[in-house]
């Protein structure tokens, strides 16, 4: 079975300093493997990004969050039958507007 998001990726919302999360849920048979990138480079987990799978959750988040964060975010699924790709953009507002 094909991968496919039963839940895919939206826009995040957050202020200079503050959390960002994005979720998504997929299914397929095997099980996909999930891939995030940040405007095209492939999302290295490290203390900047944390990347979870529980189930068919995978999540990526960014507990401190600096402007030159935001962009455009991907997930790519994929198994033996397919790939599937869900994109988001993350805003970064200044806290002292």
């Known amino acids: 079975m094909a991968p496919e998001f039963t839940t895919p990726l939206e826009d995040v919302h957050t202020t200079d300093g503050g959390k960002a999360q994005f979720q998504v849920a997929v ?3 095997p099980k996909p493997e999930i891939t995030w990138y ?3 480079s492939q999302v290295e987990v490290g203390e900047e990004f944390q990347i979870t799978v529980e189930d068919n959750v995978s ?4 507990p401190d969050v600096y402007p030159e964060d935001a962009g455009e975010y991907k997930v790519v699924a994929k198994n033996d039958v397919g790939t599937i790709t869900s994109t988001a953009v993350l805003f970064v507002e200044s806290k002292y507007l």
């Open 59 to 62: 999540s990526l988040t960014i």
């Open 38 to 40: 940040k405007d095209n």
């Open 27 to 29: 299914s397929g048979q």
